[in-house]
C-alpha cells in the first residue's frame, strides 16, 4: 500500500474538526476548477475565431502566389506556364495584374486596390462561395462586370446590376507628368455585380476586375502580369509543390505559400492566443493561494498525527510526500472538474450555439465559434498540475523535524 497516498486520500475527504478547513479546501477546489475552465472555453473559442478567419481569408488567397523580386510587372512565357503545369499536384494557374486606383460612385469616392483576374480564379480559390450579395460575374459581355468587397459596397453604396456604374482613376504611364486631369489620368467605367464579404482588411481594399480590363485601365500590354496564383490539388503536399515551383520560376521570383502572404497576421494570432493564455495562468496562480491557506490549516489540525508518525518512525521525507499529495489531490481534483465543465461548455456551444454574437445577421456566423485542440486541454492540465504542486510546496518545506519538535513541545 502506497501510504502517503492513502493518508492524503483520507484527509481530502475526512471532515475536518473546525469547518473553516472543509470551507477553504472546497473553495481551493473550485478556484482551480474555474480557472481550468476559463482557460479550456477561452482558448476553445479563439481556436474557433483563428481557424474562421484563416478559412475565409484562405478562400481569397492562393495556395501559392508568384511575384517578381524587383520590379512591376512581367511577361511570363509559355515554356515556364507548362513547367508549371506539368508539376504533379497543381491544379491550375491564374494570371493576376492588380494596382491601386481611385474609385468613385456618385458623391462618394475611396482609395481601393484593382485586381484583375483570368477567366479561371474561381477554380484558384473559394471567393464564389464568400459572395453576400449578387452574382460571381467577372466578364466583359455585355459589358465589364466587378466583385467588390463588403466594406467598400457599404462606403461607396453601391448597388449591384445598377445602371450606374463606378469610375475607377488611374495616374497615367506619361514620360512628362501633366498638369491637366484629363490628360494625366485614366479613366474607367464598370458595373458591380457582386458584394463579397471575407475578412476586414480584404473587404475595404480589394475591387476585382476582369484581367483585360485592368490591363487597359493601368495601361498595360497584352500578356502583362504582376503575380501568378498557383492552385493544388487536395492531395498536394505544399511544401514539396512550393519548392519545385520555386526551383522553376528561378531566382528572379518569390513563391509564398498562404502563410509566408499572411505572415504578420498568423504571428499576430498566435501572440494574443499565447497572452491571453498567460493572463489566466497568472489569474489561476493568484487562485491557487488558497491551496497554501489550506494546506497551512490542515497541518495545523493535523500537528497531532504528524507528532504521532513522526513517533511511528516516520521521517520528514514522509511527512512532506503526504502533504505534497493533499495538495496535489486539491489541483489534480479541480483541474479533472474544470476539463470536463470545460468541455462540456465548449460541447454545448459547438451543437446549439447557445451564446449568440452581437449584430447577429451581418456576420458570416451567428454564434461563437468553438474548436477544441486536446494539445491545448493538455496544456492547461498539465500546467494547473505544475502550479499546483508548487502552491503545495511552499507551505510543506517548512515542514521539517525543527517544525515538529516545536509541536511536541506546545
Given at each position: 500500500?502506497?501510504?502517503?497516498?492513502?493518508?492524503?486520500?483520507?484527509?481530502?475527504?475526512?471532515?475536518?474538526?473546525?469547518?473553516?478547513?472543509?470551507?477553504?479546501?472546497?473553495?481551493?477546489?473550485?478556484?482551480v476548477?474555474?480557472?481550468?475552465?476559463?482557460?479550456?472555453?477561452?482558448?476553445?473559442?479563439?481556436?474557433?475565431?483563428?481557424?474562421?478567419?484563416?478559412?475565409?481569408?484562405?478562400?481569397?488567397?492562393?495556395?501559392?502566389k508568384?511575384?517578381?523580386?524587383?520590379?512591376?510587372?512581367?511577361?511570363?512565357?509559355?515554356?515556364?506556364?507548362?513547367k508549371?503545369?506539368?508539376?504533379?499536384?497543381?491544379?491550375?494557374?491564374?494570371?493576376?495584374?492588380e494596382?491601386?486606383?481611385?474609385?468613385?460612385?456618385?458623391?462618394?469616392?475611396?482609395?481601393?486596390?484593382?485586381?484583375?483576374?483570368?477567366?479561371?480564379?474561381?477554380?484558384?480559390?473559394g471567393?464564389?462561395?464568400?459572395?453576400?450579395?449578387?452574382?460571381?460575374?467577372?466578364?466583359?459581355?455585355?459589358?465589364?462586370?466587378?466583385?467588390?468587397?463588403?466594406g467598400?459596397?457599404?462606403?461607396?453604396?453601391?448597388?449591384?446590376?445598377?445602371?450606374?456604374?463606378?469610375?475607377?482613376?488611374?495616374?497615367?504611364?506619361?514620360?512628362?507628368?501633366?498638369?491637366?486631369?484629363?490628360?494625366?489620368?485614366?479613366?474607367?467605367?464598370?458595373?458591380?455585380?457582386?458584394?463579397?464579404?471575407?475578412?476586414?482588411?480584404?473587404d475595404?481594399?480589394?475591387?476585382?476586375?476582369?484581367?483585360?480590363?485592368?490591363?487597359?485601365?493601368?495601361?498595360?500590354?497584352?500578356?502583362?502580369?504582376?503575380?501568378?496564383?498557383?492552385?493544388?490539388?487536395?492531395?498536394?503536399?505544399?511544401?514539396?509543390?512550393?519548392?519545385?515551383?520555386?526551383?522553376?520560376?528561378?531566382?528572379?521570383?518569390?513563391?509564398?505559400?498562404?502563410?509566408?502572404?499572411?505572415?504578420?497576421?498568423?504571428?499576430?494570432m498566435?501572440?494574443?492566443?499565447?497572452?491571453?493564455?498567460?493572463?489566466?495562468?497568472?489569474?489561476?496562480?493568484?487562485?491557487?493561494?488558497?491551496?497554501?491557506?489550506?494546506?497551512?490549516?490542515?497541518?495545523?489540525?493535523?500537528?497531532?498525527?504528524?507528532?504521532?508518525?513522526?513517533?511511528?518512525?516516520?521521517?520528514?521525507?514522509?511527512?512532506?510526500?503526504?502533504?505534497?499529495?493533499?495538495?496535489?489531490?486539491?489541483?489534480?481534483?479541480?483541474?479533472?472538474?474544470?476539463?470536463?465543465?470545460?468541455?462540456?461548455?465548449?460541447?454545448?456551444?459547438?451543437?446549439?450555439?447557445?451564446?449568440?454574437?452581437?449584430?447577429?445577421?451581418?456576420?458570416?456566423?451567428?454564434?461563437?465559434?468553438?474548436?477544441?485542440?486536446?494539445?491545448?486541454?493538455?496544456?492547461?492540465?498539465?500546467?494547473?498540475?505544475?502550479?499546483?504542486?508548487?502552491?503545495?510546496?511552499?507551505p510543506?518545506?517548512?515542514?521539517?523535524?525543527?517544525?515538529?519538535?516545536?509541536m511536541?513541545?506546545?
Open positions: 500500500m502506497n501510504l502517503p497516498y492513502y493518508i492524503a486520500s483520507r484527509y481530502l475527504v475526512a471532515r475536518k474538526s473546525h469547518n473553516a478547513i472543509n470551507i477553504i479546501s472546497a473553495i481551493s477546489v473550485m478556484g476548477m474555474t480557472g481550468t475552465m476559463a482557460l479550456i472555453v477561452i482558448l476553445s473559442v479563439f481556436n474557433g475565431f483563428d481557424n474562421l478567419v484563416k478559412s475565409l481569408i484562405n478562400s481569397f488567397n492562393p495556395d501559392l508568384i511575384t517578381l523580386v524587383e520590379g512591376k510587372s512581367f511577361i511570363p512565357d509559355g515554356e515556364t506556364i507548362r508549371l503545369r506539368s508539376v504533379p499536384g497543381v491544379l491550375d494557374i491564374s494570371f493576376v495584374l494596382d491601386k486606383a481611385l474609385v468613385r460612385y456618385e458623391e462618394q469616392q475611396t482609395i481601393a486596390i484593382v485586381k484583375g483576374v483570368s477567366d479561371n480564379y474561381a477554380t484558384i480559390t471567393l464564389d462561395s464568400m459572395l453576400v450579395e449578387g452574382t460571381y460575374d467577372i466578364g466583359e459581355n455585355p459589358e465589364p462586370h466587378a466583385l467588390i468587397g463588403r467598400i459596397s457599404l462606403y461607396l453604396n453601391v448597388r449591384t446590376y445598377s445602371p450606374r456604374q463606378m469610375t475607377i482613376f488611374v495616374p497615367r504611364r506619361l514620360k512628362q507628368p501633366s498638369l491637366d486631369a484629363e490628360r494625366a489620368l485614366n479613366r474607367k467605367y464598370i458595373s458591380v455585380s457582386g458584394v463579397f464579404s471575407i475578412e476586414q482588411d480584404y475595404t481594399r480589394y475591387i476585382l476586375v476582369p484581367l483585360s480590363f485592368a490591363r487597359n485601365l493601368f495601361e498595360y500590354s497584352h500578356g502583362e502580369v504582376n503575380i501568378l496564383e498557383v492552385k493544388f490539388k487536395n492531395e498536394a503536399n505544399g511544401a514539396a509543390l512550393q519548392k519545385a515551383v520555386t526551383a522553376i520560376m528561378g531566382k528572379d521570383f518569390v513563391v509564398q505559400n498562404r502563410y509566408q502572404q499572411n505572415d504578420l497576421f498568423y504571428k499576430t498566435q501572440t494574443e492566443k499565447w497572452a491571453i493564455f498567460l493572463i489566466l495562468i497568472f489569474i489561476l496562480i493568484v487562485a491557487s493561494f488558497n491551496v497554501i491557506g489550506t494546506l497551512t490549516m490542515l497541518m495545523l489540525e493535523k500537528k497531532k498525527d504528524i507528532i504521532t508518525l513522526r513517533n511511528l518512525g516516520a521521517d520528514s521525507g514522509l511527512l512532506r510526500r503526504i502533504f505534497l499529495l493533499e495538495g496535489w489531490m486539491i489541483s489534480a481534483s479541480g483541474a479533472i472538474l474544470g476539463a470536463i465543465l470545460g468541455l462540456l461548455i465548449c460541447w454545448l456551444q459547438m451543437r446549439f450555439g447557445i451564446i449568440k454574437l452581437q449584430g447577429s445577421g451581418t456576420f458570416i456566423i451567428d454564434a461563437y465559434p468553438v474548436l477544441v485542440k486536446f494539445s491545448d486541454v493538455a496544456l492547461v492540465l498539465v500546467s494547473v498540475i505544475i502550479i499546483g504542486l508548487l502552491a503545495a510546496w511552499y510543506i518545506h517548512f515542514l521539517n523535524k525543527g517544525y515538529v519538535e516545536e511536541k513541545e506546545e
